[in-house]
DNA sequence: ACCTGAACACCGTTCAAGT
DNA sequence: ACCTGAACACCGTTCAAGT
């Protein structure tokens, strides 16, 4: 609060004529994010559609910080929200999805997104110079484990350590979609 | 760490002669808290193991305070940790999955569980009396909406409202031991 | 209607001084 | 080796007082 009040060269008290508190500030900052959030693709089958959404949404909260913690703290409410929720659950429930399982997937790949990205974020450090630093200490704590107590670890360091986020994020939205549409099909025979 | 000291019969300053920072006290809680997972289940499909391991691993964090915010931010160089990615990699790696393939997958996992907590989490007001009353705005607010703006949104009100976190954690294990499951398929045909 | 100064009740952390 | 008092540089928030 103090911080943004000298952006705007004003006192930090006020911001309290126009906002209730820091959580409302933040409301509304989650919901001025989610306007940056494209339509989805109007053409390709309801995966295709979904996962683009899933790739896009991840690309937007990473390129803001904290976004995805402020997202997962504060109720969806807001205007932008809320249409992004309605695309995804049409797009679901198009496909065939029964109410229920409508709302159980849009809510599981919602929380996978915001989840998965805030398991990504709050894991970096603030430098890039510390991060960097960290990554090499991981690598060398990893080669140097006993074989004995961690025999797959040491085995698998290499593959644990070169890996890319965006990579292992959408082979998740993949995998999950490859689930979701098991369902479907249970259902339908 | 003032409220640590109080709780110690000690002043803040004197934790400083234990730990460096909050940082490193906040990764030996976190390296704490993995000390309880129980080991993976000796009987049972790979399948079985990895969906009891995601369960017990979720019923563990929500139990403890802040423990998914810590275990995101904090690197897994503790030794409860470690052994805790050990045993998922050598279900996966067991089970016929390649290096790459089992670094992947248990990384989503991971992810997904830590992810899904700080989702929930992170979302839920200190108290269970604000935590009730949110619940009733979002109710009111959702049954309010317009429906010409949010169709499905309004229409599926109720089976977005009236869903158990745990059925849908579970769901979406199952949803991504799915995809797994298949991308092992292909890769053996 | 909006802004400000001053204060309140908090943080994590440092450091010289004690024992 | 461990603890302490005192300080530093921060927070979010309130409120009477100004215009």
Redesign the interface.
């Known amino acids: 609060m103090r911080r943004l009040a000298e952006e705007l060269e004003v006192k930090a008290a006020s911001l309290y004529n126009h906002v209730q508190d820091k959580d409302e500030l933040l409301a509304l900052l989650g919901d001025a994010i989610c306007a940056e959030f494209p339509d989805p693709p109007r053409t390709g089958s309801w995966r295709a559609r979904l996962e683009a959404m899933a790739v896009n949404t991840r690309k937007i909260l990473m390129a803001h910080r904290d976004s995805a913690?402020i997202l997962?703290?504060?109720?969806p409410?807001g205007p932008n929200r809320?249409?992004a929720?309605?695309q995804t659950?049409?797009v679901l429930?198009e496909a065939g999805f029964s109410?229920?399982d409508?709302?159980?997937a849009?809510?599981?790949l919602n929380?996978?997104v915001?989840?998965?990205v805030?398991?990504?974020t709050?894991?970096q450090p603030a430098s890039a110079a510390a991060a960097r630093r960290?990554w090499e200490?991981?690598r060398r704590?990893f080669k140097s484990?006993p074989k004995e107590?961690?025999?797959?670890?040491v085995?698998?360091a290499?593959?644990?350590i070169d890996?890319s986020p965006e990579?292992?994020f959408l082979?998740?939205v993949?995998?999950?979609?490859?689930?979701?549409e098991?369902?479907l099909a249970k259902k339908r025979t």
């Open positions: 913690r997962a703290a504060t109720p409410l809320l249409r929720i309605e659950l049409a429930s109410a229920a409508t709302a159980d849009a809510h599981v929380s996978y915001v989840g998965l805030l398991d990504e709050l894991g960290r200490e991981g704590l484990l107590r961690y025999p797959t670890l085995r698998l290499d593959a644990l890996a990579r292992r082979l998740g993949r995998a999950l979609l490859d689930g979701i098991q369902r």
